[in-house]
């Protein structure tokens, strides 16, 4: 479980749990990252070049979707898979 607080859409000292998906937050809120999630809206995962398409689901991409908002995150949060190597050059 994890807890992001802050300002979203204008909205201020708003407090998000995460226990399992976003089953608590404001409606509002749901509806505006749900509208979000449908465009397509990317979310850098990592680093840049390695993103997600924004899933109301993926608690990682939601994690950072939030944290890219401005919100502080705490708690057990999800962890990013490393950035990929990468490749050697070749000699010739």
Partial sequence: MWTATGTIYGREN??????????????????LAADEAAEGVDVVIAVPGI????????????SRWLALQGMTLTGDLPTAPPAPASPAGTIH
């Fill in 14 to 31: 708003q407090r998000l749990v995460w226990n399992n998906g976003p089953l608590g937050w404001p409606n509002i809120i749901l509806t």
């Fill in 51 to 62: 993103t997600r398409r924004l899933n109301l689901d993926d608690d990682l991409a939601v």
